[in-house]
Every structure is written in C-alpha cells, then in structure tokens.
C-alpha cells in the first residue's frame, strides 16, 4: 500500500494546486527547493531573516536581500489535522497535518507534517525538512520529525 508521501508524489500537475514559480519574491526559494535547499531571506544591511519575503526589511527598512541556506531543521510552532480537503486533490490524503515550524526565533513556515501519526505530533517536537519532488521544476518543502 502506498504511503501518503507516495501518494503525493504521485499526483499529476494538472491536478495538485502549484505554486508560483515566477514569483519575483520566492522565485529563489523555489529554485533552492529544486536542487534541494532550504533557503532563508536575509537582508544584507541587518542580518535580519524574513519569512514570507517582503520587499522592504521590517528592522531596518533595507531592500537588498541574499538567499542563505538554513540547516533545515525547527521545531512545531502549532499544527492542525485536516480532515476536509480544501481541493479535490488532496481528497485521498486525509486526514494530513499541516504544520507551522519555527526554523529559528520569530521565523515561521507552513507545510505538511509527514511520516508522523497525528497521535503523535507534539508542539515543540523537532522536524526537519523533506522535500518533495512533484513534477519537473516543482519541488515543495515538506517536514517530518527529526528522529525519523
């Protein structure tokens, strides 16, 4: 039986919702997650990371930014089971964790909790990143605990 990770990787692109690869913002980050990294937006005048990027730090209201590779690892800010597919394409996935993991103090991302049980998730359990490859040119950032 397919696990749902495989199931995932599975999907076609026509059916998943994609994410926007030109972003001018992410398009980066995006390029990072294809040859597998985890890239953090950090201004240059500060040192300051930001998540999501914006066009102007919020410290120092700086606007030239670099790309630094994180180590990929955080901590469950807070999480949810889904238990309703927000898009036909996620139907057979249920139910899924969604999670908010703190990759460093006040640095928040989004993204599946996978390979955990839901009766196992704890806020403050430790993660790492997983990455997905979807299709040619997509590739998701995705969590799974850390001692798996």
């Known amino acids: 039986m397919e696990s749902k990770t495989e199931r995932i990787s599975n999907q076609t692109q026509a059916r998943r919702p994609q994410p926007d690869l030109e972003d001018p913002l992410l398009a980066p980050y995006w390029a990072g997650a294809r040859e597998h990294k985890f890239l953090l937006r950090q201004c240059q005048s500060c040192g300051e990371y930001q998540w999501p990027p914006r066009p102007m730090c919020p410290r120092c209201f700086g606007t030239d930014f670099t790309w630094a590779e994180g180590d990929g690892q955080g901590s469950v800010y807070t999480y949810t089971v889904v238990q309703r597919?927000?898009?036909?394409?996620?139907?057979?996935?249920?139910?899924?964790?969604?999670?908010?993991?703190?990759?460093?103090?006040?640095?928040?991302?989004?993204?599946?909790?996978?390979?955990?049980?839901?009766?196992?998730?704890?806020?403050?359990?430790?993660?790492?990143?997983?990455?997905?490859?979807?299709?040619?040119?997509?590739?998701?950032?995705?969590?799974?605990?850390?001692?798996?």
Do not use: C
């Open 85 to 148: 597919a927000f898009h036909p394409a996620f139907q057979e996935l249920l139910p899924y964790i969604l999670a908010v993991v703190e990759v460093m103090p006040d640095i928040r991302m989004l993204g599946n909790l996978v390979h955990a049980q839901p009766e196992e998730v704890r806020v403050g359990m430790k993660v790492r990143v997983e990455f997905l490859d979807l299709s040619e040119g997509t590739t998701l950032i995705n969590w799974r605990p850390a001692n798996v």
